[in-house]
């Protein structure tokens, strides 16, 4: 396959700034490790977890990074990429992914799941880990019955670990007054932060050096600003960089200036 211009331009051996990385490549920022530390607690002691950040600052790859270490023959991991699909669909899908076909009546439903998730701890002796990502969608209905789950699960011996990951408003969400008790069993919280200056340069060095170039590519003050436009924020920086590149490809220039930095950021926040 042959590389875009621009990654050839700077003598690149792959595209950086790409979507999919592996989790082994991941860049390991302080928050980063952190939050892969605290979804680790959450699978260990079977607790509820809750992890929030802003849009692109990288829940969703520490929650990959996380899932890439377990033991498949010991973890039984249902990952709900996005919650919007009603009140049934919470059980339906545990159900599911547990291997049975879902009970039409809601009161058999919850049951079932709760048996299910039982037999899979004490029987198949996998724990059963629930990653409920873009938590922030889900509905107060939805809430509820994750608590009733909780409930039924966390009382007694058998249980499995859950994890909430959203944008900041879960928090809140989670906070009001009816979701009180659902809020009380939450074990851990943590926020990934976005990047500081720092962090972005290291980001960038980081990606490159994934792309076979050790040598600088980016001046400090186009670092600066990158980061600023980005908000210190990955996908954002991911964005930015590659704009910033193209635009010293089209210039055949073999460094990043801040005058391309200027160029990507225009084209970032032009609306
Ligand atoms: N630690 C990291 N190392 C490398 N790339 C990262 C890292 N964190 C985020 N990214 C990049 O930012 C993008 C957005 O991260 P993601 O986890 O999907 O954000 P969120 O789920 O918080 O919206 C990823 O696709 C990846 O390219
Ligand atoms: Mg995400």
Redesign the pocket.
Known sequence: MSLPPWVAHFGLEKTP???S?APG?????PA?VEAVARINFCVAESALGVIV?????????????AVSVLDPTRHQVIYIANPAFGTRGLYVTIVRALGAEPRYLKAELMAQATDLLAAEEDERHRRVVMIC?EAHLLEPAQLEELRLLTNAQMDSASSFAGIL?GQPTLSRQLRMGTFAALDQRIATRFA?KAMDIGESAA?LR??LALAGRQEPLFADDAIARLHRVANG???M??NAAIAAMIAAATDGKDLIDDACAKKAAAELTRD
């Open positions: 700034f790409g979507k990385i490549d991941l860049f390991a920022r980063h950040g802003d849009v692109g600052a990288g829940k969703t790859v520490s929650v990959r990074a990502d990951v990934v980001y980081h990606h924020l990955p996908r920086l991911n």
